[in-house]
Protein backbone atom coordinates (compact mmCIF):
# COMPACT_ATOMS: atom_id res chain seq x y z
CA UNK A 1 0.00 0.00 0.00
CA UNK A 2 1.36 3.22 -0.81
CA UNK A 3 1.57 6.11 1.29
CA UNK A 4 -0.51 9.00 0.72
CA UNK A 5 1.07 12.69 1.82
CA UNK A 6 -1.93 15.07 1.66
CA UNK A 7 -3.57 18.02 3.78
CA UNK A 8 -6.33 16.18 5.18
CA UNK A 9 -6.68 15.31 9.09
CA UNK A 10 -9.18 12.32 8.52
CA UNK A 11 -9.18 9.54 5.80
CA UNK A 12 -11.48 6.20 5.17
CA UNK A 13 -9.20 3.54 5.71
CA UNK A 14 -10.14 -0.74 4.63
CA UNK A 15 -9.89 -2.58 7.80
CA UNK A 16 -8.91 -6.07 7.80
CA UNK A 17 -12.22 -6.73 8.33
CA UNK A 18 -12.87 -5.32 4.97
CA UNK A 19 -14.83 -2.30 6.45
CA UNK A 20 -14.07 1.31 5.95
CA UNK A 21 -13.42 3.22 9.03
CA UNK A 22 -12.44 7.03 9.18
CA UNK A 23 -8.65 7.29 10.80
CA UNK A 24 -7.79 10.42 12.25
CA UNK A 25 -4.45 12.05 11.29
CA UNK A 26 -2.14 14.18 13.33
CA UNK A 27 0.18 16.76 11.79
CA UNK A 28 3.09 14.21 12.22
CA UNK A 29 1.65 11.82 10.24
CA UNK A 30 2.50 13.07 6.65
CA UNK A 31 6.38 13.47 8.09
CA UNK A 32 6.70 10.43 9.16
CA UNK A 33 4.93 8.31 6.01
CA UNK A 34 7.48 10.77 3.90
CA UNK A 35 10.06 9.23 5.64
CA UNK A 36 9.25 5.93 5.33
CA UNK A 37 9.95 6.18 1.32
CA UNK A 38 12.86 8.25 1.79
CA UNK A 39 14.06 5.10 3.82
CA UNK A 40 12.65 2.40 1.56
CA UNK A 41 10.18 0.91 3.69
CA UNK A 42 7.48 2.10 1.04
CA UNK A 43 8.24 2.13 -2.41
CA UNK A 44 5.18 4.26 -3.99
CA UNK A 45 4.25 7.54 -2.96
CA UNK A 46 1.46 9.59 -3.17
CA UNK A 47 1.00 13.37 -2.61
CA UNK A 48 -1.16 16.28 -4.01
CA UNK A 49 -0.68 19.87 -3.82
CA UNK A 50 -0.75 20.29 0.23
CA UNK A 51 1.81 17.14 0.18
CA UNK A 52 3.90 18.95 -2.09
CA UNK A 53 4.75 22.01 -0.33
CA UNK A 54 8.05 22.29 1.48
CA UNK A 55 8.86 19.12 0.90
CA UNK A 56 11.39 16.93 -0.72
CA UNK A 57 11.27 13.29 -2.00
CA UNK A 58 14.24 13.21 -4.37
CA UNK A 59 17.01 10.56 -4.43
CA UNK A 60 19.10 12.45 -1.88
CA UNK A 61 22.72 11.78 -0.93
CA UNK A 62 21.52 11.43 2.27
CA UNK A 63 18.46 9.02 2.51
CA UNK A 64 18.46 5.42 2.43
CA UNK A 65 16.35 5.21 -0.95
CA UNK A 66 18.22 6.94 -3.35
CA UNK A 67 17.22 5.25 -6.06
CA UNK A 68 15.97 6.96 -9.04
CA UNK A 69 12.42 8.28 -8.62
CA UNK A 70 10.09 8.13 -11.80
CA UNK A 71 7.19 10.86 -11.00
CA UNK A 72 4.47 10.42 -12.49
CA UNK A 73 2.15 13.56 -12.92
CA UNK A 74 -1.80 12.74 -12.52
CA UNK A 75 -4.22 15.85 -12.72
CA UNK A 76 -2.29 18.88 -13.39
CA UNK A 77 -4.86 21.24 -13.00
CA UNK A 78 -5.24 24.95 -14.22
CA UNK A 79 -2.39 26.40 -12.58
CA UNK A 80 0.96 25.19 -14.45
CA UNK A 81 3.32 27.06 -11.31
CA UNK A 82 1.38 24.60 -8.93
CA UNK A 83 2.31 21.49 -10.96
CA UNK A 84 5.38 22.69 -11.30
CA UNK A 85 6.54 23.23 -7.92
CA UNK A 86 5.56 19.35 -7.45
CA UNK A 87 7.93 18.50 -10.08
CA UNK A 88 10.31 20.54 -8.09
CA UNK A 89 10.01 17.83 -4.99
CA UNK A 90 11.79 15.31 -6.85
CA UNK A 91 14.00 16.89 -8.46
CA UNK A 92 16.34 18.75 -6.36
CA UNK A 93 19.98 19.06 -5.25
CA UNK A 94 22.56 16.97 -3.35
CA UNK A 95 20.85 14.00 -5.76
CA UNK A 96 21.99 10.47 -6.36
CA UNK A 97 20.25 11.16 -10.20
CA UNK A 98 17.20 12.44 -11.62
CA UNK A 99 13.87 11.64 -11.33
CA UNK A 100 12.16 10.41 -15.07
CA UNK A 101 8.96 12.96 -15.46
CA UNK A 102 5.29 11.42 -16.54
CA UNK A 103 2.65 13.28 -17.41
CA UNK A 104 -0.38 11.30 -17.61
CA UNK A 105 -3.63 12.03 -19.74
CA UNK A 106 -6.46 10.39 -20.36
CA UNK A 107 -7.33 9.80 -24.44
CA UNK A 108 -9.37 13.14 -23.81
CA UNK A 109 -7.31 15.71 -26.25
CA UNK A 110 -8.77 18.89 -24.50
CA UNK A 111 -6.27 17.46 -21.63
CA UNK A 112 -3.44 18.37 -23.75
CA UNK A 113 -4.14 22.05 -22.42
CA UNK A 114 -2.78 21.73 -19.59
CA UNK A 115 0.21 19.48 -20.91
CA UNK A 116 1.11 22.49 -23.16
CA UNK A 117 1.36 25.26 -20.41
CA UNK A 118 3.47 22.90 -18.22
CA UNK A 119 5.70 22.55 -21.19
CA UNK A 120 5.24 26.54 -21.70
CA UNK A 121 5.99 27.23 -18.07
CA UNK A 122 9.01 24.96 -17.69
CA UNK A 123 10.70 26.26 -20.82
CA UNK A 124 10.43 29.89 -19.43
CA UNK A 125 11.45 29.09 -15.98
CA UNK A 126 14.87 27.20 -17.54
CA UNK A 127 15.12 30.73 -19.96
CA UNK A 128 14.99 32.62 -16.66
CA UNK A 129 16.91 30.71 -14.20
CA UNK A 130 19.71 29.73 -16.08
CA UNK A 131 20.05 32.60 -18.60
CA UNK A 132 20.69 30.42 -21.05
CA UNK A 133 18.85 28.70 -23.77
CA UNK A 134 18.77 25.25 -21.89
CA UNK A 135 14.96 24.90 -20.98
CA UNK A 136 13.74 23.89 -17.97
CA UNK A 137 11.73 21.30 -20.04
CA UNK A 138 14.71 18.96 -20.47
CA UNK A 139 13.38 17.38 -23.67
CA UNK A 140 10.46 16.13 -21.67
CA UNK A 141 8.05 17.22 -23.99
CA UNK A 142 7.97 16.81 -27.83
CA UNK A 143 7.72 20.04 -29.50
CA UNK A 144 4.24 19.21 -30.37
CA UNK A 145 3.31 19.42 -26.93
CA UNK A 146 3.36 22.56 -26.47
CA UNK A 147 0.50 24.32 -27.69
CA UNK A 148 1.42 28.09 -27.29
CA UNK A 149 4.74 28.24 -29.04
CA UNK A 150 5.35 29.89 -32.79
CA UNK A 151 4.52 26.88 -34.73
CA UNK A 152 1.43 26.21 -32.48
CA UNK A 153 0.10 30.20 -33.03
CA UNK A 154 0.78 30.02 -36.71
CA UNK A 155 -1.04 26.21 -36.95
CA UNK A 156 -4.30 28.04 -34.76
CA UNK A 157 -4.31 30.84 -37.16
CA UNK A 158 -4.14 28.75 -40.51
CA UNK A 159 -6.71 26.27 -38.54
CA UNK A 160 -9.09 28.87 -38.37
CA UNK A 161 -9.16 29.75 -42.49
CA UNK A 162 -9.66 26.25 -43.18
CA UNK A 163 -12.89 25.80 -41.23
CA UNK A 164 -13.94 29.52 -42.60
CA UNK A 165 -13.87 27.60 -45.95
CA UNK A 166 -15.11 25.04 -44.76
CA UNK A 167 -12.12 22.15 -45.66
CA UNK A 168 -12.79 20.95 -42.30
CA UNK A 169 -13.85 17.09 -40.95
CA UNK A 170 -14.59 17.66 -37.59
CA UNK A 171 -16.76 21.04 -37.54
CA UNK A 172 -18.40 23.19 -39.33
CA UNK A 173 -17.81 27.04 -39.12
CA UNK A 174 -21.25 28.04 -38.29
CA UNK A 175 -21.55 25.18 -35.60
CA UNK A 176 -18.52 26.08 -34.38
CA UNK A 177 -18.68 29.40 -33.44
CA UNK A 178 -22.80 28.45 -32.79
CA UNK A 179 -21.09 26.16 -29.50
CA UNK A 180 -18.19 28.07 -28.56
CA UNK A 181 -19.68 31.47 -28.71
CA UNK A 182 -16.42 33.09 -30.47
CA UNK A 183 -16.91 35.94 -33.10
CA UNK A 184 -14.64 34.70 -35.77
CA UNK A 185 -16.52 37.21 -38.70
CA UNK A 186 -16.92 40.56 -39.63
CA UNK A 187 -20.27 42.30 -39.82
CA UNK A 188 -19.69 42.22 -43.93
CA UNK A 189 -18.00 38.92 -44.01
CA UNK A 190 -14.19 37.25 -43.70
CA UNK A 191 -12.51 36.43 -40.84
CA UNK A 192 -11.80 39.00 -38.40
CA UNK A 193 -8.14 40.10 -38.43
CA UNK A 194 -7.82 39.78 -34.40
CA UNK A 195 -8.48 35.87 -34.20
CA UNK A 196 -9.14 34.45 -30.44
CA UNK A 197 -5.94 33.62 -28.88
CA UNK A 198 -4.72 30.25 -28.44
CA UNK A 199 -5.33 30.48 -24.71
CA UNK A 200 -9.15 31.43 -25.25
CA UNK A 201 -9.30 29.17 -28.28
CA UNK A 202 -8.48 26.06 -25.82
CA UNK A 203 -10.34 26.99 -23.36
CA UNK A 204 -13.33 26.95 -25.58
CA UNK A 205 -12.48 23.60 -26.80
CA UNK A 206 -12.91 21.84 -23.41
CA UNK A 207 -16.06 22.86 -23.23
CA UNK A 208 -17.16 20.96 -26.30
CA UNK A 209 -18.51 16.94 -26.09
CA UNK A 210 -15.32 14.61 -25.92
CA UNK A 211 -15.85 13.40 -29.31
CA UNK A 212 -16.15 16.70 -31.35
CA UNK A 213 -12.94 18.07 -29.18
CA UNK A 214 -10.57 15.22 -30.11
CA UNK A 215 -11.77 15.29 -33.73
CA UNK A 216 -11.05 19.40 -33.85
CA UNK A 217 -7.91 18.24 -32.07
CA UNK A 218 -6.65 15.82 -34.31
CA UNK A 219 -6.87 18.20 -37.45
CA UNK A 220 -5.62 20.90 -35.43
CA UNK A 221 -2.38 18.87 -34.61
CA UNK A 222 -1.93 18.33 -37.80
CA UNK A 223 -0.79 21.34 -38.98
CA UNK A 224 1.38 21.86 -35.85
CA UNK A 225 2.91 18.19 -36.78
CA UNK A 226 3.78 19.75 -40.63
CA UNK A 227 4.98 22.65 -39.18
CA UNK A 228 7.66 21.33 -36.92
CA UNK A 229 8.20 18.33 -39.24
CA UNK A 230 9.03 21.31 -42.35
CA UNK A 231 11.27 22.79 -39.43
CA UNK A 232 13.09 19.59 -38.38
CA UNK A 233 14.20 18.85 -41.97
CA UNK A 234 15.05 22.37 -42.87
CA UNK A 235 17.16 22.05 -40.03
CA UNK A 236 15.40 25.26 -38.33
CA UNK A 237 13.92 23.22 -35.19
CA UNK A 238 15.29 24.90 -32.32
CA UNK A 239 15.37 22.36 -29.32
CA UNK A 240 17.75 23.84 -26.99
CA UNK A 241 20.35 22.66 -25.73
CA UNK A 242 20.45 19.09 -25.89
CA UNK A 243 22.26 16.49 -23.80
CA UNK A 244 22.92 13.67 -26.71
CA UNK A 245 23.61 9.92 -24.49
CA UNK A 246 26.06 8.39 -27.33
CA UNK A 247 28.64 5.47 -26.69
CA UNK A 248 31.44 6.67 -28.75
CA UNK A 249 32.30 10.22 -31.34
CA UNK A 250 35.29 11.34 -33.51
CA UNK A 251 35.71 15.20 -33.73
CA UNK A 252 35.42 15.85 -37.90
CA UNK A 253 36.05 19.41 -38.25
CA UNK A 254 36.96 22.17 -35.71
CA UNK A 255 36.39 25.37 -36.79
CA UNK A 256 36.74 28.98 -35.31
CA UNK A 257 33.95 30.97 -36.31
CA UNK A 258 34.68 34.18 -34.21
CA UNK A 259 37.39 35.54 -31.61
CA UNK A 260 36.53 38.17 -29.10
CA UNK A 261 38.97 41.35 -29.36
CA UNK A 262 38.52 42.18 -25.66
CA UNK A 263 38.69 38.45 -24.04
CA UNK A 264 39.97 36.49 -26.49
CA UNK A 265 37.30 34.23 -26.50
CA UNK A 266 36.56 31.67 -29.46
CA UNK A 267 33.11 30.68 -30.94
CA UNK A 268 33.73 27.57 -32.47
CA UNK A 269 31.72 25.29 -34.73
CA UNK A 270 32.29 21.74 -33.98
CA UNK A 271 31.34 18.75 -36.44
CA UNK A 272 31.02 15.31 -34.56
CA UNK A 273 30.63 11.72 -35.75
CA UNK A 274 28.44 9.83 -33.19
CA UNK A 275 27.37 6.62 -32.67
CA UNK A 276 24.83 5.13 -30.52
CA UNK A 277 24.03 1.54 -29.37
CA UNK A 278 20.87 0.52 -30.97
CA UNK A 279 18.07 -0.44 -28.38
CA UNK A 280 15.64 -2.76 -29.54
CA UNK A 281 11.66 -2.68 -28.98
CA UNK A 282 11.29 -6.39 -28.10
CA UNK A 283 8.85 -8.78 -30.01
CA UNK A 284 6.64 -8.95 -26.68
CA UNK A 285 6.11 -5.22 -26.12
CA UNK A 286 5.03 -4.72 -29.54
CA UNK A 287 2.06 -7.37 -28.93
CA UNK A 288 0.90 -5.58 -25.82
CA UNK A 289 1.52 -1.95 -27.90
CA UNK A 290 -0.54 -2.88 -31.25
CA UNK A 291 -3.72 -5.17 -31.82
CA UNK A 292 -1.33 -7.07 -34.72
CA UNK A 293 -3.72 -8.32 -37.71
CA UNK A 294 -6.72 -5.08 -37.40
CA UNK A 295 -6.60 -2.28 -39.16
CA UNK A 296 -3.90 -0.59 -36.70
CA UNK A 297 -1.34 -3.03 -37.10
CA UNK A 298 -0.98 -4.78 -40.38
CA UNK A 299 1.61 -7.22 -41.03
CA UNK A 300 3.55 -6.44 -44.74
CA UNK A 301 6.36 -8.33 -46.67
CA UNK A 302 8.37 -7.12 -49.59
CA UNK A 303 7.45 -9.43 -52.23
CA UNK A 304 10.93 -8.67 -53.97
CA UNK A 305 13.00 -8.78 -50.94
CA UNK A 306 11.25 -10.82 -48.75
CA UNK A 307 11.61 -8.18 -45.91
CA UNK A 308 8.88 -8.10 -43.30
CA UNK A 309 7.47 -5.13 -41.75
CA UNK A 310 4.65 -3.93 -39.13
CA UNK A 311 2.42 -1.18 -40.49
CA UNK A 312 1.04 0.89 -37.48
CA UNK A 313 -0.80 4.38 -37.89
CA UNK A 314 1.20 7.68 -37.48
CA UNK A 315 -0.51 10.89 -37.05
CA UNK A 316 -1.23 12.62 -39.93
CA UNK A 317 -0.10 15.80 -41.14
CA UNK A 318 -2.42 18.31 -42.92
CA UNK A 319 -1.23 20.77 -45.61
CA UNK A 320 -2.37 24.97 -45.83
CA UNK A 321 -4.35 23.83 -48.33
CA UNK A 322 -6.65 21.71 -45.86
CA UNK A 323 -5.47 18.30 -47.88
CA UNK A 324 -4.49 15.50 -45.32
CA UNK A 325 -1.20 13.16 -45.53
CA UNK A 326 -2.05 10.00 -44.09
CA UNK A 327 1.21 8.63 -42.57
CA UNK A 328 1.94 4.65 -41.26
CA UNK A 329 5.00 4.16 -39.65
CA UNK A 330 6.89 0.74 -40.54
CA UNK A 331 8.83 -1.43 -37.79
CA UNK A 332 11.09 -4.02 -38.83
CA UNK A 333 12.90 -6.92 -37.06
CA UNK A 334 16.87 -6.33 -36.97
CA UNK A 335 17.01 -9.96 -37.47
CA UNK A 336 14.62 -11.39 -40.23
CA UNK A 337 14.83 -15.09 -39.07
CA UNK A 338 13.41 -14.35 -35.82
CA UNK A 339 11.77 -11.23 -36.04
CA UNK A 340 11.60 -10.73 -32.04
CA UNK A 341 13.61 -7.26 -32.12
CA UNK A 342 12.00 -4.38 -33.95
CA UNK A 343 13.08 -0.57 -34.98
CA UNK A 344 11.10 1.92 -36.29
CA UNK A 345 12.67 2.81 -40.05
CA UNK A 346 10.58 5.01 -41.40
CA UNK A 347 7.61 6.92 -41.69
CA UNK A 348 5.62 7.36 -45.06
CA UNK A 349 2.52 8.81 -46.30
CA UNK A 350 -0.05 9.40 -48.83
CA UNK A 351 -2.06 12.80 -49.98
CA UNK A 352 -5.42 13.12 -49.94
CA UNK A 353 -7.37 15.97 -50.75
Not at 5 to 25: F, H
Not at 213 to 238: K, M, P, S
Request: aromatic residues 6%.
Amino acid sequence: MPWRVTGRTRRLVLGRDGQQRLERRSASANVAEAQCFMDGAKRILVFSDAGGTGRSYHADLDAQNQQRRVHFLLEPGWRADNAIQGLGRTNRTNQASAPLFRPVTTAVKGERRFISTIARRLDALGALTRGQRQTGGQNLFDPADNLESDYAKDALSRWFHLLYDGKLEAVAFGDFVERTGLKLENPDGGLRDNLPSIQRWLNRILALPIALQNGIFEEYLGLVEARIEAAREAGTLDLGLETVRIDSFAVLSDEVLRTDPVSGAETRLVSLEVKRRLRPLCFKRLVRMHEIGSLQAIPLRNARSGKVALSVPARRLIVDDGAVIERRRLLRPLSPPTGRSTRSVKVCGKRSP
